[in-house]
């Protein structure tokens, strides 16, 4: 859809865009077709689209061979997305942060114009659930890249940016402004997209490097107080750590030797 396509397409309907949500629609083509060539989606794959807005990307997707599956937390989006001829996807009216039992882990693409506010949370929640995705692809504000590809030792940097790097080779694909959208927010967009390595990822990763950072400004065993003792020291000689370091300090790589070290020792002794 272009601009013309959806301001038409939202008087038509009377749609008034919540800010609540975070409702800005997408409606430059060359970046619909930038986002699908970046998803590199293959015949038959699961893909879940997280805010599909008037569905201006979700008709591109209907138009492959794959079996797809909407999040939209607007029920009344949600229902003409439904109602419309040219979507052939299955649309869940739910707030994705509360939505269970979606068959997370069979989705092969991940897709989603994450809204500011929620985005760290959204993608905790996809990296926790969607453990078997090959491919992230998100429409994010430009200022929140910081959180996402800040380094250690810098005031940006925390989970978010540590479960991205672990999760694989990440490329911030293109800068979008804010003409791309109806309404135009003032701020600059960026589609980054992550694609994953061979590290094992699952839900207890994410807790665990959530947990690291529960105290920051702390030594980082504060934060790790609820793991075995004897399982922590011997990570922290094999990483040879400091007694005093803190989890900024850390590069993600250290975070997952640490998940590796001290969760299989927990398992070794019956804990998990």
Do not use: W
Not at 16 to 34: H, M, R, T, W, Y
Not at 143 to 155: G, H, M, N, P
């Amino acid at each position: 859809m272009n601009r013309e396509a959806t301001v038409t397409y939202i008087k038509q309907h009377g749609i008034l865009p919540e800010s609540k949500f975070g409702q800005n629609f997408l409606c430059d083509e060359a970046v619909i077709a930038s986002i699908i060539d970046t998803a590199g989606i293959k015949q038959g794959d699961r893909v879940l689209e997280i805010g599909p807005g008037i569905g201006a990307l979700t008709r591109e997707l209907s138009k492959l061979d794959v079996s797809l599956v909407c999040v939209e937390i607007d029920k009344r989006l949600a229902g003409l997305l439904r109602d419309d001829p040219e979507i052939d996807a299955e649309v869940i009216d739910q707030d994705y942060l509360k939505l269970k039992d979606y068959g997370a882990e069979t989705f092969d693409v991940v897709i989603s114009n994450l809204p500011y506010y929620v985005m760290t949370d959204i993608m905790k929640k996809i990296f926790a659930e969607c453990v078997n995705a090959r491919k992230m692809v998100y429409m994010v504000e430009e200022d929140a890249l910081d959180r996402i590809i800040a380094s250690s030792r810098t005031k940006q940097y925390g989970p978010l940016s540590v479960l991205c790097s672990i999760y694989g080779d990440l490329e911030v694909v293109t800068r979008v402004p804010g003409t791309s959208f109806v309404p135009a927010p003032r701020t600059t967009s960026a589609v980054i997209s992550l694609e994953h390595g061979s590290n094992l990822y699952c839900r207890d990763l994410v807790v665990f490097v959530d947990r690291c950072f529960a105290m920051r400004r702390k030594k980082l065993k504060a934060s790790l107080k609820c793991y075995d003792a004897q399982a922590i020291d011997r990570a922290y000689e094999e990483l040879d750590l400091n007694e005093n370091v803190r989890a900024e300090e850390l590069e993600p790589e250290a975070f997952l030797k640490l998940y590796n070290d001290i969760i299989n020792a927990k398992s070794q002794r019956g804990i998990l």
